[in-house]
């Protein structure tokens, strides 16, 4: 709108997407409106549900087919989308607008080669390019979005390529007719940081080069932050906050794009200054968590003043970092590697494959190790062994003293109620036939208890601890968003007491407002309960703030392990340094530093 | 590759080898555990009148008194090598594939099986053909077209087909149009070679018949699968590149779709080869099948031995080939 030389590219006026449901009509976006210039790049940023997604298909005039409404204005290109017969859709898809999508081990046709794919994606437009044009198109695509020697790659199939690989192979075939906008919804979600960085400095260097707009879609800040000049916040269907990136982001005029913004865990804050700010807020009894859908915030600080009777076998609260006093050893790990056959040499012979190599550590009571590591390097393999799910090939776990390495299961089971896991996915981890309470008590009685009443009594307390009500006892699963449903997990974990729980990316499935509220949870658990922690996750910043020593691993071993504050203020190798350069910040400035210092990197590397 | 394939073929040989053994096992063990004598058995397999020379005769000719595992070896040297039997003065040279003689008739069984191959070959090849396409397309246009009311009555017509049995479709078929309205001639079996157009008149009813039942199961896969792909993400990518619907379906789509269906294709294929029992029996085509039901009326235990190793000979020559044809279909199976 400022600028008004230049036509926009995409101009989206009072867009409104409606969903007609048994339930009457949900409006996934209401009154959007935005432009982005030839050139330019947009983010579009909101958590799940926001109706970014639904903007982003819209676009694309993909809701075609489907029961969705749409009214208000879109054009793309000079072309106006809602009103576009299907053929001047499709001549407008892939060749004015190209999209690339989250997910990039689905998004390509697994039965055909990447050149395959390519070419036609240019031979739908041009049908006058023979396909030995194309194909010199689509190596020169390949090429361009840093596929090593792609005059071999263009015959693969999209499974022998890794998922930042697979991402670029998208890129490319969004690239075959040098289409005039690019939009990439989540296009690295689902990669490691290190990778993510790459996609996204491929994204930002081809819209410079080519002059291509970027529309970048995603629920992450961060992510946007370098990439775009312009942002615009969603919630609920409704753009509640756009302007210049700079502005939104250092000065955001709306309390949901606050709360967003103080939501973004960030790699500067230590745990400490984490800390503090929890425990201050906790006093104060501010209120808190009310984006979550309401219910049970208030429980959480109700329980807690009511100063609960500690359970046995809790230490007293810990005050400051842990490590300090009394370190008492709780589990020693020693030169463990876990070894994995693989399949598919000549003639089926297999080989061997370390995914865990010789990693060693010891765990103090009260502290929370936190292990990073992309995906692949380990870490998952590392807290199962230490949950005995796996046993380990080589090396020696003691918990408490005891060599719990190859004793007998029976022998273990008593142990199992003092090691305890909450797992990734609150959606796949919790069996959807069961109630809440049920899920809950199950451990309970497993371990021996009989007494159905006191069962009831202790998971109803318990739900009212995580911050749920204990009327939820008999409520399944799917009533519950993610992060109540990671609640429930807690409290299915926090039920037999445990002195260990191993956190396994427990709050990466879940959106930035309400991974905020689970993390406090944990938080304020430990200091209760004494607890000790083993936090795994991919996301650096999250892991910064929950621990007090962190492991780094790469391809099943441990590069660096330390005190969480001097690892990341000054990391020790490589690997961390470079890891710690990939993670998105939130100042476009700094961004925009570390991407040139990658990028530098990178061709000095080269 | 070729460690694939030959793994394939070490697979499907020795599900052959088990297969000898255990029908083998059934038809000459199991009646013993269930205690009838060597004269019993011997009595069942004479014949005609079964006087106690007969059945002496009997004995010593197939070695009923010999130890199990010697009759089974010579059971399997005949496959190989072939035999002889010897009735009085006469013996029967029966040539290499030896799976034995005929207890009614005397014949060997092999050559018996070879002479109604054609009959069963032509039949279950049409009626494959037709159900796969047939299938295939009803299906995929039910899936496109999912709530219209040709997927509706497809899919009212195909549960129907999966739920009634071949006798009555194929008398219903008899009756009506080959009886009543008289638009077709009895169906009958003519070999290709002489009349390729008697050929094709005479098997057209039995292929319908035979192919409703299979393409109604067909359809209602391939609209499955179809609907299931129809949601993947790369379906998605193919629209958001520009393609028409047409390709998205028929290149996009499909594809995948037909992966399974190749697999349930050979399986049924090769039970089909095997002797369509209840088609060549209504429609009195002198298949493998009808062969299998006479023999399986008169306990004539050689011929069932010899049918039922063909079928899954059958079986697992179907599974071998789709075997090797799924790395070509589905790239992500193929070997490093």
């Avoid at chain 1, 809950?440 to 601890?465: F, P």
């Avoid at chain 1, 519950?480 to 990671?486: A, I, L, T």
């Avoid at chain 1, 990341?568 to 991407?595: F, G, I, K």
């Avoid at chain 2, 896969?221 to 179809?226: E, H, L, S, V």
Wanted: hydrophobic residues 45%; charged residues 20%.
């Amino acid at each position: 709108m400022s600028e008004s030389a230049p036509k926009p590219v995409v101009r989206v006026d009072d867009l409104r997407v409606t969903f007609p449901t048994m339930d009457g009509d949900v409006r996934a976006v209401d009154g959007l409106s935005f432009e982005v210039p030839a050139g330019g790049g947009l983010g579009i940023v909101g958590e799940s549900g926001s109706g970014k997604s639904v903007t982003s298909l819209a676009l694309m005039g993909l809701h075609r087919g489907s029961r969705a409404r749409i009214t208000g204005a879109i054009e793309v290109a000079g072309r106006d989308v809602v009103s576009a017969t299907d053929r001047q859709l499709r001549a407008m898809r892939g060749d004015d607008i190209a999209m690339v999508f989250q997910d990039p081990m689905q998004s390509l046709h697994p039965q055909y080669t990447i050149g395959d794919q390519l070419v036609e994606a240019l031979r739908v437009h041009r049908p006058q390019a023979s396909r030995a044009e194309a194909l010199a198109r689509a190596v020169g695509a390949l090429d361009r979005v840093g596929i090593p020697s792609p005059a071999r790659r263009v015959n693969s199939y999209p499974h022998e390529f890794s998922g930042g690989m697979r991402q670029r192979v998208v890129i490319a075939m969004g690239l075959m007719c040098d289409p005039k906008v690019l939009l990439a919804d989540e296009p690295t979600t689902a990669l490691d940081v290190t990778v993510q960085a790459r996609i996204l400095d491929l994204l930002d260097e081809l819209r410079r080069d080519l002059g291509m707009a970027l529309i970048l879609v995603s629920h992450d800040l961060a992510v946007v932050a370098g990439s775009v000049d312009e942002v615009v916040v969603m919630r609920h269907g409704v753009a509640v906050e756009r302007g210049d990136v700079r502005t939104v982001l250092s000065a955001p005029g709306h309390p949901y794009t606050q709360a967003l913004l103080a939501a973004v865990p960030r790699v500067e804050v230590s745990r400490a200054q984490r800390r503090a700010r929890d425990r201050s807020e906790r006093a104060g009894g501010a209120d808190r968590g009310g984006r979550e859908g309401g219910s049970g915030s208030g429980a959480v600080a109700g329980a807690t003043a009511a100063g609960r009777p500690a359970p046995e076998g809790a230490a007293a609260p810990a005050a400051g970092t842990p490590g300090e006093q009394g370190r008492e050893v709780l589990l020693r790990v020693r030169g463990v590697g876990r070894r994995f056959k693989v399949r598919g040499g000549p003639w089926g012979r297999s080989t061997d494959f370390w995914a865990v190599k010789d990693v060693g550590f010891d765990l103090y009571k009260g502290e929370t190790l936190g292990i990073v590591g992309e995906s692949g390097s380990g870490k998952s393999t590392l807290s199962r062994m230490v949950m005995r799910l796996l046993e380990p090939t080589e090396g020696t776990i003691e918990f408490e003293g005891r060599d719990i390495t190859r004793i007998a299961e029976r022998r273990m089971r008593p142990l199992r109620r003092d090691v305890q896991m909450v797992f990734q996915n609150p959606y796949s981890s919790l069996n959807p036939r069961v109630t809440v309470g049920d899920a809950i008590g199950t451990a309970l009685r497993v371990q021996g208890e009989r007494d159905t009443g006191s069962i009831r009594t202790r998971v109803r307390e318990l739900l009212e601890r995580v911050g749920l009500e204990p009327g939820h006892y008999n409520r399944f699963p799917h009533a519950f968003s993610g992060g109540q449903r990671q609640r429930i997990a807690i409290a299915r974990a926090l039920i037999l007491k445990p002195k260990l729980i191993i956190c396994d990316e427990p709050v990466s499935a879940l959106d930035v407002s309400t991974q905020d509220q689970v993390l406090r949870l944990l938080s304020e658990l430990q200091d209760d309960f004494g607890l000790t922690y083993i936090f795994v996750a991919h996301d650096l910043a999250v892991v910064r703030q929950v621990s007090d020593r962190v492991a780094v691993m790469r391809k099943g071993e441990v590069v660096e392990l330390g005190d969480s504050d001097a690892i990341y203020e000054n990391p020790q190798s490589d690997y961390t340094r470079r890891l710690l350069n990939a993670a998105p910040v939130l100042d476009p400035d700094q961004a925009r530093h570390l991407r040139a210092e990658r990028v530098r990197e990178r061709a000095e590397g080269a | 590759m070729p460690t694939y394939i030959l793994r394939r073929l070490g697979a499907g040989l020795l599900l052959l080898a088990v297969v000898t053994m255990v029908t083998f096992a059934i038809f000459y063990v199991v009646p013993k555990w269930a205690g009838r004598t060597t004269e019993q058995l011997a009595t069942m397999y004479v014949g005609r009148a079964p006087t106690p020379e007969a059945i002496q005769a009997t004995i010593d000719r197939l070695g009923l008194d010999k130890p199990v595992i010697v009759q089974f070896g010579e059971f399997v040297r005949g496959i190989f090598f072939g035999a002889q039997y010897r009735f009085g003065r006469d013996t029967i040279d029966c040539a290499a594939p030896c799976f034995g003689y005929s207890f009614q008739t005397y014949q060997e069984v092999f050559p018996e099986i070879v002479s109604r191959l054609p009959v069963t070959f032509s039949l279950a090849l049409g009626a494959g053909i037709i159900w796969l396409v047939g299938g295939i397309a009803v299906g995929v246009v039910s899936a496109v077209w999912k709530g219209s009311v040709f997927d509706r009555v497809a899919m009212a017509i195909a549960l129907a087909g999966v739920s009634l049995p071949i006798f009555f479709t194929g008398l219903l078929v008899l009756a009506f149009p080959v009886h009543a309205w008289g638009w077709f001639l009895t169906p009958g079996y003519v070999p290709l070679t002489r009349d390729p157009a008697g050929w094709a008149a005479g098997l057209f009813l039995p292929w319908i018949t035979l192919a409703f039942l299979h393409a109604a199961m067909y359809a209602r896969q391939t609209r499955a699968g179809m609907l299931e792909v129809l949601g993947e993400d790369y379906i998605r990518t193919a629209r958001a590149k520009g393609l028409s619907e047409r390709k998205v379906v028929l290149k996009h789509a499909l594809r995948p779709t037909l992966t399974p269906i190749v697999t349930i294709f050979g399986l049924d294929l090769g039970l089909v080869l095997g002797g369509a029992v209840l088609t060549e029996q209504v429609f009195s085509l002198n298949g493998i099948g009808r062969y299998a039901v006479n023999a399986i009326t008169q306990s004539d235990l050689p011929v069932i031995l010899g049918v039922t190793l063909f079928g899954a000979f059958f079986i697992v020559l179907c599974n071998l080939v789709v075997d090797l044809l799924y790395p070509l279909i589905d790239p992500r199976v193929r070997v490093r």
